[in-house]
């Protein structure tokens, strides 16, 4: 537990809003019913849903710009030490929450059977190679990693497989590696989205996210800062949809075009933040997000077992979390508005959570 410094405000709110977006597109109602820009893309495109586990990592890359330095100073053994056992935390409490309720009728749910990678695992990785790379190469070494990390990418999928689910490089390598029991199955088939080849261009919306950040305060909130934020974030997109003639927009693959496409949003998100709350002072409306934004990973983390523990009750021999579902929001609402209630429902039960913290001044950190 630790209070909050030097932190801009805008970037507060940008954590929030992506927040509190994860868990309304994680929480449908039915997921059938949720509307279309609540949902992944099936494959090659894009909508809103696609965005928020890459701004996620953008906004982990913001908060390192403030970490960082103080970790650097330390020295490059304590530097090593405090970055590893954040990394290995956010992995280990990732890979508990798949396991998680840990039984199953009687009798520990056998570790074979347990996913490995996922959201926080990926979020754990990125971190760590982010902070070596930013801690040993510096801001001009990581922008060629970066590049070079997004055309090596395309690259390897282009030799060794196809673009396709199942016949993708990054599956492969997964397979070869790893179990399939210990890979994700929700797809239809054997295909880990957070598999460990798609590590390598994720990495780079963390090393962009550190970049903006440590841009912003060494150059402060003014016209000039914010005019170039937009102008790069501009260039991205275009990038981006010009690489996406060749090497198609994919978040499952986390293609190249992909990690251009949300950074570059991203840049520009965050640039009119700073124009609006830090620099305008419209501030009326950020106080929700703000409590979403100043203890990020434990409200997801809550959302997730929160979600997972109302599966796991019974009522009139379904799940709480169907029973709720279907009494208190599809019944009277309909189909899509209710799966949405829903949705909202779990939001705004975590953020009440996050609301008793932030008045008790308790910041959750790992």
Not at 171 to 190: A, I, N, Q, T
Request: proline share 2%.
């Amino acid at each position: 537990m630790t209070g909050l410094k030097n932190r801009y405000l805008s970037l507060d709110v940008f954590r929030g809003l992506d927040v509190a977006l994860m868990i309304i597109v994680n929480s449908p109602g039915q997921g059938s019913t949720s509307f279309s820009p609540l949902m992944h893309a099936e494959w090659h495109g894009f909508t809103l849903t696609d965005l928020v586990f890459p701004t996620f990592l953008f906004v982990v890359g913001n908060s390192m710009s403030f970490s960082l330095p103080k970790y650097e100073s330390m020295g490059d053994g304590a530097f090593l030490k405090k970055v590893l056992k954040r990394a290995l935390i956010i992995f280990l409490l990732g890979f508990l929450m798949y396991w998680f309720p840990f039984f199953e009728n009687g009798a520990m749910k056998p570790f074979a059977e347990t996913r490995i990678f996922g959201v926080l695992q990926r979020i754990a990785l990125c971190y760590f190679f982010g902070s070596i790379i930013i801690h040993y190469f510096k801001t001009n070494g990581a922008i060629y990693f970066g590049i070079f990390a997004l055309l090596v990418y395309q690259v390897i999928l282009a030799l060794f497989g196809d673009l396709s689910m199942a016949g993708n490089a990054g599956s492969k390598l997964d397979l070869l590696l790893f179990s399939e029991s210990h890979l994700y199955h929700g797809e239809g088939v054997v295909f880990e989205p957070e598999g460990l080849l798609s590590t390598l261009p994720s990495i780079v919306n963390v090393i962009i996210g550190f970049i903006a950040g440590a841009y912003l305060q060494r150059n402060g909130k003014n016209f000039e800062t914010i005019a170039k934020m937009l102008m790069v974030g501009a260039a991205f997109v275009v990038i981006a949809l010009g690489w996406d003639l060749v090497f198609p927009i994919n978040k499952k693959l986390w293609t190249s075009s992909f990690v251009m496409l949300t950074t570059g949003i991203d840049l520009i998100v965050l640039s009119s933040l700073v124009y609006i709350l830090d620099m305008g002072k419209k501030i009326k409306w950020s106080y929700f997000f703000e409590v979403f934004g100043k203890n990020t990973l434990f409200i997801y983390i809550l959302s997730e077992v929160f979600v997972i523990s109302l599966y796991l009750i019974q009522i009139d021999g379904t799940s709480a979390f169907r029973w709720i579902a279907d009494h208190f929001f599809i019944s009277w609402m309909g189909d899509y508005m209710g799966s949405l209630g829903f949705a909202l429902w779990i939001m705004l039960t975590c953020w009440l959570v996050g609301y008793i913290l932030d008045k008790k001044k308790i910041y959750i950190k790992v």
